[in-house]
């Protein structure tokens, strides 16, 4: 079976960090373009980052550049995102989903909606 599992959230203050893992059972990671979305309460959910089929491209929506860092670990068959300068704004759930196939146009084809396989989130909290 398939799967996605994030760990790694938490309460943490502001200016903390936390580092969020994506791990896949059941197939490879590295044949997927992997995504990172959050939701807040009573928000849309917003793309957050993205790293294409074997790390050949990364984005960042606006909000995080220069304090989130998308990575892969091929032999872990995971993802990580390290969040650092962390502000109450990213509190929300945290999800992870992996999309199949050609290498999308954008990270935007995943962050709205076009995955085969997503996580079941990790609440991260960025309070005093």
């Known amino acids: 079976q398939p799967q996605l599992v994030e760990s790694g959230g938490g309460l943490v203050q502001p200016g903390g960090s936390l580092r969020l893992s994506c791990q896949a059972s059941g197939f490879s990671l590295d044949w997927y373009t992997v995504a990172w979305f959050r939701q807040a309460p009573g928000k849309e959910r917003e793309g957050v980052s993205c790293?294409?089929?074997?790390?050949?491209?990364?984005e960042y929506t606006d909000s995080v550049k220069g304090r989130f860092t998308i990575s892969r670990d091929g032999a872990a068959n995971t993802v990580f995102l390290q969040m650092n300068s962390l502000e109450p704004e990213d509190t929300a759930v945290y999800y992870c989903?992996?999309?199949?196939?050609?290498?999308?146009?954008?990270?935007?084809?995943?962050?709205?909606?076009?995955?085969?396989?997503r996580g079941q989130g990790t609440q991260v909290t960025v309070s005093s």
């Open positions: 790293i294409f089929t074997r790390g050949t491209k990364i």
């Open positions: 989903a992996a999309l199949a196939g050609p290498v999308p146009s954008s990270c935007t084809v995943v962050w709205n909606g076009r995955f085969n396989h």
